[in-house]
């Protein structure tokens, strides 16, 4: 996937599985480490990486299963973990450190077998509820970074048009292509190519680990569908410079049409 869902408009199910690659499970090289309550809970330079996608696991959680790391049991403080339940076979953990107390913090499965055989004794903590994860000296958002996913962005000079509900949103002839493991081609469109006169900014905020952080627009009086379908990265992480400041919008609800032709719909967690 490679996009950041927190806060968004993004949702699961069984009918957007099909796009998403299988369960892998491999040794990383880099340096992970995990805080809480400003100290470091989990650190290795052992970890097991853990890519999935799938919908939300944890209790109450509406972020999906996205790519990440597995600890050795040696090198987590599991001092600070009080055991939870057990729910579809995954054994979960509560944390607590310095008053601080987190449900469902950490989880590993509970009988692995077949592709999860080897996380056992290992440990993996909720992303989103640990203060900061790190690869080497970086602080890393959302996930895990999985080195068989690309990002590739290329300049074009095809004919780019957008539409919602016959409102003309944008039309360049200068747009950047992304192309994402996974995911839908993505349309990057100079500023001054697109109507903000129909748009107008979001509060929503989002984070990639491939690409950085996003801000967001919505089509002036488009209701649910209009909302957040637009997007630019004003300062991207330095692997993916190309794309500042330029403006994508979503494939999934809008009608784009590439040098005359209209782009089907792709269905995804953003439809």
């Known amino acids: ?8 408009d993004a949702s699961w199910s069984e009918d957007v599985m099909d796009f998403a690659p299988p369960l892998r499970i491999e040794p990383s090289p880099r340096w992970v480490r995990a805080e809480l ?12 990486l853990h890519v999935t996608y799938g919908p939300p696991i944890r209790p109450g959680a509406r972020k999906p299963e996205l790519p990440g790391y597995f600890f050795p049991e040696d090198d987590v403080d599991t001092s600070i973990l009080s055991p939870a339940e057990i729910i579809d076979g995954r054994r979960w953990w509560h944390a ?18 077949g592709p999860s055989a080897a996380l056992a004794r290992h440990i993996t903590f909720d992303w ?4 900061a994860w790190y690869e080497e000296a970086e602080e890393v958002y959302e996930h895990a970074r999985d080195p068989q996913h690309r990002v590739d962005i290329l300049a074009s000079s095809r ?3 957008v539409d919602f509900r016959g409102k003309h949103l ?5 747009p950047y292509l992304l192309f994402e493991t996974t995911l839908p081609t993505r349309f990057y469109l100079p500023p001054d190519d697109v109507d903000f006169g129909l748009l107008e900014p ?15 627009w919505s089509v002036v009086g488009g209701g649910s569908e209009g909302r957040n379908v637009a997007w630019s990265y004003p300062d991207p992480i330095p692997e993916n410079p190309r794309i500042r400041g330029l403006i994508a919008f979503y494939n999934e609800r809008l009608d784009i049409t590439v040098d005359g032709e209209l782009v089907d719909r792709p269905r995804t967690p953003w439809s």
Do not use: H
């Open 159 to 161: 004919n780019v048009e």
């Open 170 to 174: 944008a039309a360049s002839e200068r």
């Open 202 to 216: 979001s509060d929503l905020v989002t984070r990639c680990p491939y690409k950085g952080t996003a801000r967001y």
């Open 96 to 113: 607590e450190i310095d008053g601080v107390r987190v449900e469902f913090a950490a989880w590993t499965y509970d009988e692995p077998a």
């Open 128 to 131: 989103d509820q640990m203060d």
């Open 37 to 48: 309550a400003g100290k470091t809970i989990a650190d290795s330079k052992r970890t097991l």
């Open 1 to 8: 996937m490679g996009s950041g869902v927190k806060g968004d």
